[in-house]
């Protein structure tokens, strides 16, 4: 027999509590794939959806979790890049809750120096999306630009990300998170509970829409003609045709998945530019409470597993 390790599965679709922690076989790394000890991973909101099966990825038994950071065990046949003890952090989209994880070499980047392995969790799927629509956003420099969830795990990035590029930034969140957002550089902070976004955020150039359901067509109302919305939730709630019928764009956003994006993302971790926010850590034998906390949609910033 194999050594053995700890991994979360869920056999249903469900709340939180369908997940549990087993005892499973490490798994062995096929040719060009790294073996990774995880140390930390984190909770994406787009996870306690495919746990309750509102996203749909097949039948379960699986395990969730997307990000990871730890440190390579052993390479598969073909890895050239990673050797046994390098740090490393990664996206990989189903599975890294587990002590060990067998992942795509090209899912890996090096950890950045200086940051912890729960900070380094707590990035990839979220900045790669803030990378993501900072490029599709185009050229920021003096543009209005308004982030619809800013203080949630992609919305903290894509301010500092939309700061850096030299943005003016209006932001929704409730009133307790506005000192957080102006920490982050916002200048518009918006209580999207007392105020209508649509009467307070007007011409603007860009609105990036991490919310979804009716803030996508309302969305289209602050932004100028010709303004350009981005969306990335599961149900946007608006089409491109919508959008065009308004004399406005509409594009949805994806993640990147690859080690050479997450590359750039480390130089502006080093550099000082992104910093994840991490509001809580929970070890892997409390992961049913992370989805609980996470599932509120009340986050700032980040949730974190440790192994
Ligand atoms: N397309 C992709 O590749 C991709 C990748 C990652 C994530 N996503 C999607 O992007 C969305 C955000 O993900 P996330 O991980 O950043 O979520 P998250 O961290 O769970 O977001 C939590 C934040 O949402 C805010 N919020 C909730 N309702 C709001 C509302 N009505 N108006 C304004 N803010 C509101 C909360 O602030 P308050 O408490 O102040 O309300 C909280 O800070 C999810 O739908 C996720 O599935 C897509």
């Known amino acids: 027999m194999g050594h053995r390790m700890r991994t979360a599965i869920q056999y249903e679709l469900g709340g939180p509590e369908v997940i549990r922690i087993v005892e499973a076989d490490r798994p062995e790394p096929r040719a060009g794939e790294v073996l990774v000890h995880v140390r930390a991973a984190s909770v994406n909101f787009g996870e306690t959806k495919v746990r309750s099966g509102v996203a749909e990825v097949g039948p379960p038994p699986f395990t969730l979790g997307s990000d990871l950071s730890g440190v390579v065990e052993q390479v598969g046949a073909g890895v050239g890049d990673f050797a046994p003890g390098d740090q490393v952090y990664g996206v990989f989209l189903i599975g890294t809750y587990a002590d060990y994880v067998a992942v795509p070499a090209v899912n890996l980047a090096r950890k950045p120096a200086g940051i912890d392995h729960v900070q380094a969790a707590a990035l990839p799927v979220a900045a790669l999306t803030a990378l993501r629509a900072a490029e599709t956003a185009g050229d920021l420099r003096g543009r209005r ?10 919305g903290h990035l894509a301010v500092q990300l939309a700061k850096l590029r030299g943005a003016h930034v ?4 409730r009133a307790d998170k506005h000192d957080f957002l102006r920490g982050l550089g916002v200048d518009e902070p918006i209580d999207y509970t007392t105020h209508d976004f649509t009467q307070v955020a007007r ?5 990036f829409d991490l919310v979804g359901g009716d803030y996508g067509k309302r969305s289209l109302e602050s932004l100028r003609p ?5 969306g990335a939730t599961l149900h946007p709630g608006v089409t491109e045709q919508d959008a065009r019928d308004r004399g406005r764009r509409y594009t949805w956003v994806s993640l990147g998945t690859e080690g050479r994006e997450l590359d750039r993302i480390s130089a502006l971790v080093s550099a000082g530019h992104v910093r994840p926010h991490i509001e809580r850590t929970f070890p892997l034998t409390e992961l049913v409470q992370a989805h609980e906390l996470v599932e509120t949609g009340r986050v700032t910033g980040k949730v974190v597993i440790t192994l």
């Open 226 to 230: 010709g303004g350009l919305l981005l």
């Open 203 to 207: 011409d603007v150039d860009v609105v």
């Open 145 to 154: 630009i308004l982030i619809h969830a800013a203080a949630g795990g992609v």
């Open 170 to 173: 209006l932001a929704t969140a």
